[in-house]
């Protein structure tokens, strides 16, 4: 089924990090692949591309009773538009302006019905400066809250810092973020294939490769954006973890920036994966557990005040 | 081929033909004498009625139709492209305007013995036009406006927008809109042949409406799937609407649409009905739905007239010629077709 939807890559990172550069280079090397793409500073691209979409960002609320349920309208015009001609392009690549929070992107792909019917959100990735970013995330919630939507980082100009500013950098970024892959570049040289077509969303392969460090002991109890992994390996009952999910994410879903996680249902061969952006869910059924998996639910927590202990209890509390 | 066919109508008395691009409009010139259909490859295909033998293709943007309307003029038609053009197709076809990298979403007319105007609709601002291109009046808006409609009279044109609609007087001189507020995101905009009502489409599957007399605002909901398509019947009794399994009618008359149940057609399939277009003469409406089906529905008797038989794809533009002779149609999968409604001898 995820064959026919059309991946949708968006591309955030603050002023000055390299997104512009980054954009480019994807248009303008030769990797076979055609891309529509929704920008909002139409002058600073240098490449002529004739499916490249210049809009204002028009953040809407949702009339649903959601507070912090809020899309991005403009995208939900254009896109629709642009699947009228869904064979003149593979994918399309949002790129956000340097102060935006990624949430209403990102929900507007759960939110609207015909985008969900017709694209799939691929990964976001974000592009952040090496020597800057410690700073940025000091005096901006923005910056801070595009590393912890991320899927994909581009730690870009590496060559401005030394090999220790290099190490306490990607530091901040993982204790924000523990699960997004990190790439090091310089003027956004990043291989083009390591960020379009990700797939974030098949978490298994994602989820695979997160120890997860932190013990129970730790309990963030700050502003700071913190991010932790469970396990059970229990089957999961459907019905307890929809309300256990749906009664946190009503809850705390103001605090909780992103919500991903691969599920074994009780009596389904199938992998469920399961996401979140603030309060708003999606599941769908992916593709069977292989042989040699083991059958083994995770789910990963990016957001503020997290509570190790009752997040950990409520999970193991869906056990069938 | 037997009379019950569903595509009796369009094997009999239709043209037909796939144009390779999903048809984002249709419509009819003024004089109802050429059908005109936009494709989303940016070509304009047009078909005399005359003969309905010989298809022209007219390629006018580079990238995507996003309107077309019937020009002020007669004859000819206009149109706006993502390549944020708006042309004339005429005798010969002429860019009337390029609004650079920002996409001409809406394009209408109005003409009658005593003007001839056209409005487009680019990002946050509508502007109006004089029939010879020249810019009248800018009128902007407080975000991207989704929707633009000239009332049946030309004296006032409405814009759907974020936070609800703003009316305009076409000829005011100084430019403040009656602002029609109602929180949400407003994707589409409709006013009754007598100018009273405003009708907007929501984001959240519902209808919004504010009857001009006294401010009364008119909720409209319960459609399972976003509403592309509204359509005023000619007296301006019922709004046609799609969205749903059936073409779903509101009633403007008796106090309704307030505390009023819909008047639902040709439903009872699982296709959703994805455009509507009320017949200019009588109490009808055709309707195309997701599986392709066309219809005609007499909305007095319910009586349904298949037009075309599912399996062309999603019908995704709909119009009747002035005088309701001809109902032209396309899909999203490039099926393009006129059938004739004359009375035969």
């Known amino acids: 089924m995820s064959d026919t939807l059309v991946p949708v890559t968006v591309l955030t990172g603050y002023l000055g990090a390299g997104k512009t550069t980054l954009l480019n280079r994807i248009l303008s090397e030769n990797h076979g692949r055609k891309y529509a793409v929704i920008i909002n500073e139409f002058g600073e691209l240098g490449v002529d591309n004739d499916l490249v979409v210049d809009t204002d960002e028009e953040v809407f609320e949702m009339n649903n009773g959601c507070i912090c349920c809020t899309v991005r309208g403009d995208l939900i015009r254009i896109v629709g538009a642009l699947m009228k001609r869904r064979t003149k392009f593979d994918g399309i690549i949002i790129e956000t302006t340097g102060l935006a929070n990624p949430a209403p992107v990102a929900q507007t792909f759960f939110v609207d019905d015909d985008i969900r019917a017709k694209t799939r959100l691929d990964a976001i990735v974000t592009v952040v400066d090496a020597k800057h970013l410690p700073r940025r995330l000091l005096d901006s919630h923005e910056a801070e809250d595009q590393i912890a939507f991320a899927d994909v980082i581009v730690l870009n100009k590496t060559d401005l810092v030394n090999a220790g500013e290099l190490a306490a950098v990607e530091a901040q970024i993982r204790r924000i973020n523990k699960f997004a892959k990190i790439h090091h570049a310089q003027k956004s040289n990043v291989p083009i294939a390591e960020l379009l077509d990700q797939g974030a969303f098949d978490l298994a392969r994602v989820l695979a490769h997160t120890p997860d460090f932190l013990t129970d002991d730790e309990h963030e109890h700050s502003d700071e954006i913190a991010s932790m992994s469970f396990e059970v390996t229990a089957p999961i009952d459907p019905e307890k973890f929809n309300a256990w999910i749906g009664g946190l994410l009503a809850q705390k879903g103001q605090d909780l920036l992103r919500t991903k996680g691969i599920l074994s249902y009780k009596g389904d061969d199938r992998r469920f994966a399961f996401q979140a952006v603030h309060m708003i869910a999606d599941g769908d059924f992916i593709g069977p557990w292989k042989a040699d998996d083991p059958r083994v639910s995770r789910l990963v927590f990016i957001g503020r005040n997290l509570n190790r202990p009752q997040l950990r209890r409520g999970f193991e509390g869906c056990a069938a | ?345």
Not at chain 2, 13 to 41: K, M, N
Request: charged share 20%; aromatic share 8%; proline share 4%.
């Open chain 2, 1 to 345: 081929m037997s009379v019950t066919s569903p595509d009796f109508m369009l094997e009999t008395r239709g043209a037909q033909r796939s144009l390779d691009a999903f048809v984002v409009a249709a419509t009819f010139d003024r004089h109802g004498g050429t059908a005109a259909f936009g494709g989303s490859d940016g070509s304009v295909w047009l078909l005399d009625m005359a003969d309905r033998a010989e298809w022209r293709n007219v390629m006018t943007h580079d990238g995507s139709v996003l309107a077309l309307s019937p020009d002020c003029l007669p004859g000819g038609f206009l149109s706006g492209g993502d390549d944020g053009k708006l042309c004339r197709i005429g005798t010969q076809h002429t860019c009337l305007a390029s609004f650079g990298s920002k996409w001409v979403e809406q394009v209408v007319s109005f003409a009658d013995a005593k003007q001839r105007i056209f409005a487009v609709g680019v990002g946050k601002a509508v502007q109006i036009h004089a029939e010879n291109g020249a810019v009248l009046k800018r009128l902007e808006h407080p975000s991207t406006v989704t929707g633009v409609v000239f009332d049946a009279r030309g004296k006032r044109i409405a814009a759907s927008h974020y936070g609800g609609a703003s009316l305009w007087f076409v000829a005011s001189k100084t430019d403040n809109p009656r602002k029609l507020e109602w929180k949400g995101s407003h994707t589409g905009i409709a006013i009754d042949p007598a100018g009273e009502n405003v009708v907007t489409s929501m984001q959240e599957n519902s209808l919004h409406g504010w009857r001009l007399a006294d401010n009364q605002h008119m909720r409209m909901s319960g459609y399972p799937g976003k509403t592309q398509a509204m359509s005023f019947t000619r007296n301006g009794k019922w709004l046609a609407t799609s969205g749903a399994e059936s073409v779903v009618l509101w009633p403007f008359f008796g106090g309704g649409p307030m505390g009023k149940a819909p008047t639902e057609l040709a439903g009872g399939d699982t296709a959703m009905c994805s455009f509507v277009a009320c017949h200019p003469k009588h109490d009808a409406v055709a309707a195309g739905f997701s599986d392709g089906l066309v219809v005609l529905a007499d909305i007095a008797t319910s009586r349904i007239v298949p037009v075309a038989a599912p399996g062309r794809g999603a019908i995704s533009a709909m119009a009747w010629s002035p005088d309701g002779a001809y109902l032209a149609f396309g899909s999203e999968t490039g099926f393009a077709a006129v059938v004739d409604f004359t009375a035969r001898a």
